[in-house]
């Protein structure tokens, strides 16, 4: 059975750091692309990041490129979200998802199809 766990979500002043993990069991991350989305209260659902760990392939969206980076750990099974510099607008639940083995990814939702069930971020002062 596909699992996803997500945890590591917490309060963070802006311009601060946090690291977001995606813990995976039931597959390995080389047969799957693991994706982070975000929905903020009163918005849609946003595609944040994206890796497709068996040919190293990553993407990121325009508002967290350079701020964000995507890395999987295939020993732990595991795949984390580095947020650095952090907003007020990146505050949301974030979500991991699996998607069919690829050699590049997407941020686009219907790709995937197995979900874990968020960590929340806040960022404020």
């Known amino acids: 059975q596909l699992q996803l766990v997500e945890s590591g979500g917490g309060l963070v002043q802006p311009g601060g750091s946090l690291r977001i993990s995606c813990a995976v069991s039931?597959?390995?991350?080389?047969?799957?692309?693991i994706g982070w989305f975000r929905q903020a209260p009163g918005k849609e659902r946003e595609g944040v990041s994206c890796i497709s760990s068996s040919v190293g392939a990553t993407f990121y969206a325009e508002s967290v490129k350079g701020r964000f980076t995507i890395s999987g750990d295939n020993a732990k099974n595991t795949v984390y979200l580095q947020m650095n510099n952090l907003k007020p607008e990146d505050g949301a639940v974030y979500y991991c998802?699996?998607?069919?083995?690829?050699?590049?990814?997407?941020?686009?939702?219907?790709?995937?199809?197995?979900w874990g069930q968020g960590t929340q971020v806040t960022v404020s002062s």
């Open positions: 998802a699996a998607g069919r083995r690829s050699d590049y990814c997407t941020t686009w939702s219907g790709a995937y199809n197995y």
């Open positions: 039931g597959f390995t991350l080389d047969y799957y692309v």
